[in-house]
């Protein structure tokens, strides 16, 4: 145990406070700033409304500075507090954070960046922490995981989408042409993605019996190949459930896991289990 | 057997009737108290139609009365003829059939609370228990496991959702701006929520280029994250159906599971099962 | 080989033509069949067509006469060359066959009964036979059976959507009203269909905050809940392809089926594989 | 070695740049290639919008005869380098190449042919091959794989919901009538399609009662299945994903099989593998 100057000591306590959820106080400051950032956000949504800006405008201007600055002294209080400054305003939070107090203060300059203040909703994410919801954290790497090893399968579906949706659009940009809406070939591909993904607004809406035998066929194929990503995820999902699922017995010997659950002798060491 | 009193018998014959469904009477009281759940939710439903309630408003006042009548005496009746009253009033089934006849009462003195009688149609659960669908009950308490195994991550995907749309909306209301019907930003989530999840309504509708290039993205996403809950859901669902039919059954020899349904030896070390 | 009247000789020969597919002249005949079938459904699609029914009216009355006598000839024959008339009278074709013939001559004395001849494309199954594509056939029962082994999930499903969009319409007419399209409880519920099941016509679209924040959620539920039926009759697929795989092994003692691919015993007479 | 003249070995480089993607050039070619690929589907966009076409048409026009030129260039390259210049012109790549030229020679003599030029899009999935993405390649063949093998299946679900929405449409057309939107039964087949895949434009919405309880049956109907075809390509995925995963590898003493990738002994009799 080496020697603590009073100012180490503090910089420690404080660390402990906003980094860790752990003790009381830890706690205590992860809900207030919860709090804080919820209504801050609710805040920035309810500025939007005009009728709402008009009558308590004065109020939420207000409102949002105290947010800031609350906001500010938290990031500098972050950055000092920990050993590697550097690292954590790099860090996926660190910018979030960050990217939760710079609008306000380029809305001086800027009118209009204050509606970028809704980024702070990222920081909803902490919520899992405070709970003490590592399970859920747990949870969402899960899904994480299977997201990332169908990415390739996905990156393959989307790019074939992509193409079908232009040639599509175009056929219905030659066939219906822009006196029923269809006024341009990106705004067709607008449509068919429309169309394609199920979303049907119903702005643009063809008019030949031509056209809409064609949209028919997107629909259906909208309609079937939805079963495509679904199959790549849950199957994917599966695989991981099983792979969890067997990874509660483990060799005495060498200890390698992932058995399988009738295994009788350790596909490692070949030692009986 | 105890000496019981006349009144200790009515009021076990009342029980049988009323909470059992093997008996002839408990049966027949069954189907007529679904007729009457039915039937008053009809009449609920038809009184909010305008035409009918002009024409025929008499008559559905009178039969929601005698209605309320009824599912009065019958909630008195399970109260009185039940040997744990309270527990029976805070159970499920007894809260809804509280519900279900208290809005009659508070609409003497505040009109519009009669609509809240449509309360009633979560009676017509009962109907799994009176055609003796047990099964259909296990049936359901499967996907109720599903769903509870599920839910951390069912949790996890609605809240990132939840914030994906909240910067969605945001960023299509600084795009399109209030001209085009953004005009303000919980109104602009509503519009990505009612994008994500492909149910597109089209009251609004992007304008710009820009704006329906970033709608196109929002298409997209929703058509193919909709993959994440099915995965979770049916990747839950397989699993709990492998357990269900297999884990049941094991050797007493040699201790081997998995066994089909039909096995009379142990597919492992051939000894009789 | 019993004598054979001419008679009887020429009624064998019409079932032969008429109900199989393996000989030139029974092949000949259902292609001839499907293609009537085919035209005879065309033929009532364009009469509903103002502008074709206009011009060509005449044409499509005779054409319709023509296509019903020939299906009413046909219908005749197939009665008459069974040796079970009733057993075919009241199968499933039969009836088909029957309902593709009967709305031709009810229209006589009923007009508009003409549209009913579109059951006609019923019979359009019959294109799975002619094309010797039994196994498609195969394929249909699978999925036939999947379905009906998920039944009493899916009942219990539609059961619970069913109470959930009467709860749910009915709180949207209380909050939203008749002035914005919410005129009444039925059609609240049917607008609650439409949001939930993601379709979104827009006919009918909540206006005030509240109303579009429920709206919100029921859309978020109906992103959600797609997964049940989805889950179900997925994980009950996977589960009919597992007894499909491994229905190649049986035993060579007793011939039992659906071993486990590990088996090194017979489940059922214990003799060794 | 044999002797090759200046012009074989012209031909041979040329084959190399162009066909291959290893060397530094062929690399080179191919980026440019598909730099060129995007830039020309690009243009053929924007010239469909009219106020661009308006301000650029001149460049615009410059652009897509160079690009037609280049693509013409290279497809003559191509059909010279290749020794067998037939079995490339009919492959899907050779036919597709021909296809983005053709159109802008066509518009010559017949305008709007240029619109076809679009069809230069299919030549994006050359990216693929360029970034080396074989990987990609595999995953496609696998999504390829699991569609195959459920065509069958398929098949069946679309002509069933074929038939469906023919005679879904019909009953619409004969409740709504005209007045409502429902002109023709065509018109109603493509509203009924519209509705079943929940799409939902909105342009043709039921006003009767029987016309939205039917339209409430046909949402229900199509968000139920939904289901069949996600199902079928699940299982199927899943399936390919388990024959991959473990049937690869078996003992050579015992051949039991199924083994873990990372098996070094086999489970079962513990002999080395």
């Known amino acids: 145990m080496k020697h603590e100057s009073r100012y180490e000591r ?3 306590k404080t660390h402990e406070v906003i980094f860790e959820a752990d003790t009381f106080w830890g706690k205590t400051f992860d809900v207030v700033l919860l709090v804080a950032i919820v209504l ?3 805040a920035v949504m309810l500025e939007s409304v005009l009728e709402i800006r008009l009558k308590y405008g ?6 949002e500075w105290i ?5 500010t002294v938290e990031y500098i209080a972050r950055l000092w507090s920990v050993n590697k400054p550097w690292k954590y305003a790099t860090s996926f939070y660190g910018v979030i ?3 939760s107090i710079l609008p306000a203060f380029i809305a001086l300059f800027i009118s209009g960046a204050q509606a970028f203040l ?3 909703s990222i920081r909803l994410i902490r919520v899992f922490r405070v709970f003490k919801l590592v399970r859920f954290l747990g949870e969402a790497s899960v899904l994480k995981e299977a997201l990332r090893a169908s990415r390739a399968k996905i990156i393959v579906f989307v790019g074939s989408v992509f193409i079908m949706v232009v040639i599509l659009g175009t056929m219905m940009y030659i066939i219906e042409g822009g006196e029923n809406g269809f006024t341009s070939i990106p705004k067709s591909i607008y449509w ?5 993904t199920t979303v049907g607004y119903g702005d643009i809406a063809p008019q030949t019996p031509l056209g809409q035998g064609l949209a028919t066929l997107i629909m259906i194929l909208g309609y079937g190949i939805i079963a495509v990503p679904t199959g790549i995820v849950t199957s994917e999902m599966a695989k991981k459930g099983n792979i969890i699922h067997s990874n509660t017995r483990s060799c005495q010997h060498c200890g390698a896991e992932e058995h399988s659950d009738k295994a009788s002798y350790c596909y490692k060491c070949g030692s009986e289990m």
Do not use: M
């Open 192 to 196: 068919a993605v429309v169309t394609l």
């Open 40 to 42: 801050s956000v609710i």
């Open 10 to 12: 503090l910089r420690e």
């Open 97 to 99: 954070d960050l990217l």
């Open 67 to 71: 947010f800031t600055a609350l906001f």
């Open 58 to 63: 004065n109020i939420l201007f207000i409102a």
């Open 118 to 120: 809704i980024l702070r």
